[in-house]
Nanobody, 123 residues
Framework: QVQLEESGGGLVQAGGYLRLSCTASGRTSDLYNMGWFRQPPGQAREFVAAISASGRNTDLAHSVKDRFTISRDNDKNTVYLQMDSLRLDDTAVYYC????????????????WGQGTLVTVSS
């Protein structure tokens, strides 16, 4: 079993930045492909970013491609989402996930999710 815990959310003004962290605990001897998703108020959960187990491959949703960066520190069992130039429509609960499969640019979410961290962008 692996547990995921997100942190770093909060209230930020449009144009500002935040860095989210997702730390894995439990069975962390294996490396996993990891992803970030978000769920805006009243909307479905959507893909934001993915990173391979080694960290060599990453993908970002089109809406965040030039503003967000995903990275990881395997020594700390932590994946990061650096969010710059935040916009009002980035407001959402952000979740990290262990991927079931990550092939090419396609990330398939697995069953392990964190509890989420709320990001609120204000004008």
């Amino acid at each position: 079993q692996v547990q995921l815990e997100e942190s770093g959310g909060g209230l930020v003004q449009a144009g500002g930045y935040l860095r989210l962290s997702c730390t894995a605990s439990g069975r962390t001897s294996d490396l996993y492909n990891m992803g970030w998703f978000r769920q805006p108020p009243g909307q479905a959960r959507e893909f934001v970013a993915a990173i391979s187990a080694s960290g060599r491959n990453t993908d970002l949703a089109h809406s965040v491609k030039d503003r967000f960066t995903i990275s990881r520190d395997n020594d700390k069992n932590t994946v990061y989402l650096q969010m710059d130039s935040l916009r009002l429509d980035d407001t959402a609960v952000y979740y990290c996930n262990i991927g079931r499969e990550y092939v090419g640019a396609h990330y398939y979410a697995g069953d392990y999710w964190g509890q989420g961290t709320l990001v609120t962008v204000s004008s």
